[in-house]
């Protein structure tokens, strides 16, 4: 230890805490990196606080946070129990901020004119664990015969836990005999080069390339009619069970009496409604925004979830649920 | 040609004529030809598959490709998007990666060459190095996590990623420094000898002059693959949006040099190519392929670097 302290004092010696030069250090899920990189930019162009945003991933990101090494954790799932027991046993508390939606899209090749419209118990057919379908004609007999190509994200992804939740009842239970890639543009590729290819992933990625695949229209369970996504059908609630919020979990106390995080918090809020959209994630809708924004004034901490992740939450239960 | 004779008897071949001969060496000659010409086939492709990638990264990316991309932070706007902290970082790393492991790789490399006695012990610090020249990067990555990050607390900083690709690019440039030193002649050291010169004056005046232009050549090797490297960059806590640059090195009060910038959070050219590739919007892409075309034009500057030396300091070398 006297060694490595001696290394470390050689390379801090010059090292100063100077109040205008803090940072703001956030970290975590790539899904929810574009729209706090948006808010980020837009803040230190604003007030010259430094901001930096990096991506590890929703579980890398709380590893650094409940290790105190960010003030704030880009999440695209609840904090899991894992993650609260870490975060508890450092002494830091945080509150749950979920700022957008994503809508989680289920693409077809444009060339599929058979399965515009997809029931839940459909796609658990194709996608349950240990599912052998490997022919549209095994899911709905009246589909033609057409070899069925599966992509989807890797098992390390939120999208891909959220979905697996969704469809197939228990997070992480999937076939696991399909293309999967931690990038999504490669499952664009993958899904746009074969006329029985399907697969899944986040809203944005489909609309930029809305000219090469088709979006399925969900029936959610008890239901007769199929929603596409948009942000009007996630908006309103009408798209079930795919779209998920996102969060971010603010560091209590830091999120409270740091000025420069607080200010980044409210900036955040604030800004949200706009940014979210030009970053081409769903926002909330405004009486949502209201209710988070009232979450993070009443300073509770905690989180609503119990490091369970649950399908189809309003946000308004969400955060009555949480109480300090 | 008494001997021819007898030659010739005993031989099992029975000699030649001379159409024979010339069949033969046409034989021989067209095999040279065939040999030489997959040779050439296999440079041809393997520079034909460089280019091709590098010209559609530049084709790609040429409209982004002007100088505002080199001054220009990342940004949501793929048009305002640009590479600044992305080289910043990308520079003072590799700055940090040569002080450390130039002067400790030439030292070690000198020492195991000329000074170490041959046994048990430096075979297997021999075998070890030249192993560890081959260890995939992301165990270095690793091994910085939990050895400059946590132990030493260090931080996810410039200079734990300098440390760290310093740390990968230790055993190329050992390795090269030995392989250097061994081309020169025993003779020169000989003659060095018996003018009554000491082992350091051999080293100092004579080796390193010598075998200058072959380490100095695995020196800009290692850092060129430094330069690409991502994956122990990004286990060490690489940052993704940075829209600011560390503390200047060049203060203006005394004592006008600040380390401050060896503590700063950073990010490097191939992340920011990676963070662009994998988002939705073509316009991003772009950029990326940009991005690239800046990443191999460095790397063949080094490399191009590297043979331009090795070729003016051989140039002076008068044996």
């Known amino acids: 230890m006297k060694s490595s302290a001696l290394v470390a004092s050689t390379f801090t010696f010059s090292y ?84 957008a939606y994503d809508a989680l899209t289920v693409v077809t090749n444009k060339g599929n004119d058979w399965a515009k419209t997809m ?59 399909y293309t999967a890639s931690e990038d999504d543009n490669v499952l664009v590729t993958g899904v746009s080069g074969d006329k029985g290819g399907m697969g899944y992933f986040g809203l944005a990625y489909y609309l930029e390339n809305k000219d090469k695949l088709n979006a399925v229209s969900i029936v959610a369970k008890g239901k007769t009619n199929g929603v596409a996504p948009s942000e009007q059908t996630v908006m309103d609630g009408t798209y079930q069970p795919l779209a998920r919020p996102l969060f971010i979990y603010v560091h209590a106390t830091k999120g409270h009496f740091d000025k420069d995080v607080k200010a980044f918090v409210e900036y955040y809020l604030a800004n949200a409604p706009k940014l979210v959209k030009e970053v081409k994630y769903v926002p909330l809708n405004s009486s949502e925004y209201a209710a988070v924004s009232k979450h993070w004034q009443s300073k509770k901490a905690g989180t609503g979830f119990d490091g369970k992740n649950e399908v189809g939450l309003k946000i308004e239960d969400l955060i009555k649920r949480i109480k300090d | 040609m008494e001997i021819d004779k007898m030659d010739s008897e005993h031989s099992l071949i029975k000699p030649k004529t001379l159409n024979e001969v010339r069949a033969m060496i046409r034989k021989h000659k067209r095999k040279d030809f065939i040999f030489s010409s997959i040779g050439l086939l296999t440079i041809i492709f393997a520079l034909l598959t460089l280019l091709i990638l590098f010209v559609d990264l530049v084709m790609d990316g040429y409209p982004k490709l002007n100088y505002q991309f080199f001054t220009d932070f990342p940004s949501r706007r793929a048009a305002h998007a640009g590479i600044l902290s992305a080289w910043v970082g990308s520079s003072l790393i590799m700055l940090v990666t040569f002080v450390t492991a130039v002067p400790m ?35 270095y990555g690793l091994l910085a996590l939990g050895l400059f990050v946590y132990t030493f607390h260090l931080g996810q900083t410039i200079v734990t990623a300098g440390l760290t690709l310093g740390l ?140 331009w030396l090795r070729y003016r300091i051989r140039k002076n070398i008068k044996w």
Not at chain 1, 47 to 63: C, I, N, Y
Not at chain 1, 132 to 142: E, G, I, L, R
């Open chain 1, 16 to 99: 100063s805490i100077n109040a205008a030069d803090k940072t703001i250090a956030i970290d975590g899920s790539s899904t929810v990196y574009p729209i706090t990189e948006a808010v980020a930019e837009d803040f230190q162009k604003k007030t010259g606080t430094k901001v930096t945003v990096g991506v590890s991933g929703t579980g890398g990101g709380f590893k650094k946070f409940c290790r105190g090494e960010t003030v704030i954790s880009n999440a695209s799932r609840p904090i899991s129990k894992k993650e609260m027991d870490m975060c508890a046993e450092a002494g830091i508390a945080y509150i749950e901020l979920p700022i």
């Open chain 1, 119 to 177: 029931t839940v118990d459909e796609l658990n057919k194709i996608w349950q664990s240990g599912s052998s379908v490997k022919n549209w004609k095994d899911v709905n007999p009246a589909w033609p015969n057409q070899p069925m190509k599966l992509f989807g994200p890797g098992a390390d992804s939120g999208t891909f836990d959220y979905f697996t939740e969704a469809i197939n009842g228990r997070a992480k239970s999937s076939r696991s005999d």
């Open chain 2, 105 to 139: 790789g030439v030292a070690a490399g000198v020492y195991l060459e000329e000074y170490a006695p041959k046994n048990w012990f430096t075979d297997i610090v021999e075998i070890n190095v030249t192993n560890l020249a081959g260890v995939p990067s992301i165990i």
């Open chain 2, 168 to 307: 990968l690019m230790l055993p190329i440039v050992i390795v090269s420094t030995r392989e250097a030193i061994r081309s020169i002649p025993i003779a020169i050291r000989e003659a060095a000898y018996a003018v009554g010169a000491t082992k350091w004056q051999v080293v100092l005046h004579h080796v390193i002059q010598y075998s200058f232009g072959g380490i100095l050549t695995g020196i800009i090797i290692g850092m060129a693959r430094a330069l690409g490297e991502t994956a122990p960059i990004i286990t060490v806590g690489a940052l993704t949006f940075i829209a600011f640059l560390p503390p200047a090195p060049i203060t203006s009060v005394a004592p006008f040099i600040s380390f401050e910038w060896l503590q700063s959070g950073f990010t490097v050219l191939p992340i920011q190519m990676f963070s662009w590739l994998s988002r939705p919007e073509h316009a991003f892409h772009i950029n990326a392929a940009a991005a690239g075309a800046v990443i191999i034009m460095l790397t063949l500057v080094m490399n191009g670097t590297a043979i």
